[in-house]
């Protein structure tokens, strides 16, 4: 994990406010840049995924953590 990549911790948060949030954050990041976020919600790893083709966003990595899961999300054009 890059140092610069920043962690957007959205444990604790269900469906649908991980995306949404997640959404609101990559809108102020230049296109091209990466963040990391992590969650709790079991739906995740369906919206998250889901969100990034619908958003033109690119899914760069998913990793299981413990309780949850971390995705590492490129900003699209």
């Not at 609101?24 to 995924?49: C, F, H, K, N």
Request: charged share 20%; net charge negative; with cysteine.
């Amino acid at each position: 994990m890059s140092a610069t990549t920043d962690i957007y911790d959205l444990r604790g948060l269900n469906c649908p406010l991980p995306v949404l949030k997640a959404k609101r954050r990559l809108a102020d990041l230049a296109p091209g840049s990466q963040l990391w976020l992590e969650t709790t919600d079991p739906l995740a790893v369906i919206d998250i995924p889901a969100f990034c083709q619908d958003a033109g966003h690119r899914l760069v990595e998913t990793t299981a953590v413990a309780g949850g899961h971390r995705f590492l999300i490129e900003r699209g054009s």
